[in-house]
């Protein structure tokens, strides 16, 4: 963990655990899964493993990004459909056929379409799970769980899209998906049942298929804003592009531990999957012409993110945009006191909820501070308490989950709580941003010696990379053997002049990042 990380969101000095709290600064890997569950997000425990149960307040967060998403859809002239959770096993072996030619077609430099179907593994068949019974009976075509939806929906867009009246298709869905993740499971980040958003869009030709592209960026940009996450978006280098996609950009989110984390994820199809699905249309000519697709993908690993790289060692921190309850009112409950502290903070409350705000007022009949320790590890924004002496004054005392604790007035308070609210989430914008830019660095120089490439230098711990490249396959090969990183591509946000390539020594403003990756 960087230095800068370390003083922005856990103080000077060594993290040091807290009520049993492991170190976020010294041990990421432990404190992640105790904050999932000691925050109340999921519960761990459901006997099938990668697959958590949600609690309130972690289904209310993810709720709350999935709003943020529906926003973003609706600004964006896209359509919400529900498609079926079975896909019969005929639809699976025909994607799982198409997938394969694509990919052979990649590694031998040739068109797909000069290539016949062959029996080669390709595709989710590998990780899906069958349902082959329905009751006692033994169904003559097995089905299987969703791992995405590309062939339940193109089975259906040629009886949706016949003139070119009927384009642009622009639909998308929020739904389960199942994958049969065999590595070490993580909650949000890896997981067998995973909350999934997908838009699925048809266009006219590749122009309009690009601009697609384009407008997916924008909405990731929007969306990251609201969560405080700064990211990486990157073309994925040719050998991880998903074998049915032209091109595939992916967005990284940089997690506290210096690793990335693919949070979202754009697919621009060309028209290789219309052919497959005869999903064609009648142009301005009247003559038939496939339509060109793309994907725009995310998931809970949003959620993710937003724990990991917002928390410190205290709880969580919540961007106020998908904070369950933006604003926690703590009354000062005094026996025998003239003063109703609860229904003071009742009717602050309402006030509150009448502008906008997401509000809750705890009013337990127990310790202060067992009430101030409760939210912290929740990552309440904003917090106030209010005691006799404060309603007598006129205020209320607020505390910010990001540091720092002043009276407000009560008189102006839903004003002075938003204020505060957007402060809280430019401050995380900067400690996140301050950690992405002292993370990412230039990677060491390499040396050719005796046909061998050496690297003059030592890769740190925690660190992303990035250089200038136009080379090889090879030269990356050499690249990622030689750090233990993964190409994670071409940056979008390419250098402002050219630069010699890190290997060949060609000019280029390719801006290509390395990281270890979750």
Same mark, same amino acid.
């Given at each position: ?5 370390? =003083? ?14 492991? $170190? ?15 925050? #109340? ?8 493993? /990668? ?55 990649? #590694? ?26 329905? /009751? ?12 995405? $939806? ?5 089975? %259906? ?14 639909? +998308?869905? %929020? ?64 050998? &991880? ?16 531990? /210096? ?20 999903? $064609? +249309? ?13 994907? +725009? /993908? ?10 990991? %790289? ?37 009717? %602050? ?9 997401? =509000? ?29 002496? &404060? ?45 992405? $830019?002292?993370? =990412? ?19 740190? #711990? ?10 090889? &396959? ?45």
């Amino acid at each position: 963990m960087s230095e800068l990380w370390r =003083v922005l969101f856990m103080g000077k000095g060594p993290g040091k655990a807290k009520r049993g709290i492991p $170190s976020k600064a010294d041990n990421f890997t432990e404190w992640y899964p105790f904050m999932v569950e000691a925050a #109340e997000l999921v519960d761990k425990r459901y006997p099938i493993k /990668g697959m958590d149960v949600w609690r309130p307040y972690g289904w209310k967060t993810m709720k709350l990004i999935d709003s943020l998403t529906h926003a973003e859809m609706e600004r964006t002239e896209h359509e919400e459909v529900n498609f079926p959770l079975l896909i019969p096993e005929n639809l699976l072996e025909k994607e799982n056929a198409l997938v394969a030619r694509l990919k052979r077609a990649r #590694e031998e430099g040739v068109d797909p379409d000069d290539l016949r179907d062959e029996d080669e593994e390709g595709g989710f068949k590998k990780e899906v799970y069958w349902v082959k019974h329905a /009751g006692e009976n033994e169904l003559d075509i097995p089905m299987f769980l969703r791992p995405t $939806s590309e062939t339940a929906m193109y089975t %259906m867009f040629p009886l949706w899209i016949r003139s070119h009246k009927d384009l642009p298709l622009k639909v +998308y869905q %929020m739904v389960n998906t199942f994958r049969y993740e065999t590595k070490q499971t993580r909650s949000f980040i890896r997981v067998r049942e995973i909350h999934f958003f997908e838009a699925h869009t048809a266009h006219a030709d590749e122009e309009d298929a690009s601009r697609q592209i384009q407008q997916d960026l924008e909405i990731v940009n929007n969306i990251m804003h609201d969560l405080c996450l700064p990211i990486i978006k990157a073309k994925r280098p040719v050998w &991880d592009t998903f074998p049915g996609a032209w091109y595939t950009i992916g967005i990284d989110a940089v997690m506290p531990n /210096g690793r990335t984390l693919q949070v979202a994820s754009c697919h621009h199809y060309r028209d290789q999957w219309a052919k497959a699905f005869d999903l $064609s +249309y009648e142009n301005l000519e009247a003559k038939q012409q496939f339509c060109h697709q793309t994907t +725009y /993908g995310m998931s809970e690993r949003l959620l993710g993110a937003v724990v990991g %790289m917002h928390g410190d060692e205290n709880g969580l921190i919540m961007p106020p945009a998908v904070a369950p309850f933006q604003v926690v009112i703590c009354p000062m409950i005094r026996k025998n006191s003239d003063v109703d502290t609860v229904e003071v903070s009742n009717e %602050m409350a309402t006030r509150l909820r009448a502008s906008g705000l997401r =509000v809750k007022v705890d009013s337990r009949d127990i310790h202060a501070g067992q009430k101030y320790y409760d939210w912290e590890i929740k990552g309440v924004p904003l917090r106030l308490d209010v005691g006799p002496r &404060d309603i007598a004054q006129g205020t209320a005392f607020a505390a910010r989950r990001t540091g720092g604790k002043e009276p407000i007035p009560m008189d102006d308070l839903p004003n002075a709580c938003k204020k505060i609210l957007d402060e809280i989430a430019q401050e995380l914008r900067k400690r996140s941003s301050a950690h992405m $830019s002292d993370v =990412v660095q230039p990677l060491p120089a390499f040396t050719e010696k005796d046909g061998n490439w050496v690297m003059d230098g030592e890769i740190e #711990e925690g660190k992303i990379y990035e250089i200038p490249f136009d080379g090889t &396959d090879a030269h990356a090969e050499a690249i990622e053997r030689a750090t233990s990183l993964t190409f994670l591509g071409d940056s979008t946000d390419e250098y402002e002049t050219e630069q010699p390539c890190h290997m060949s020594g060609k000019m280029t403003r390719r801006r290509v990042i390395l990281a270890k990756t979750y």
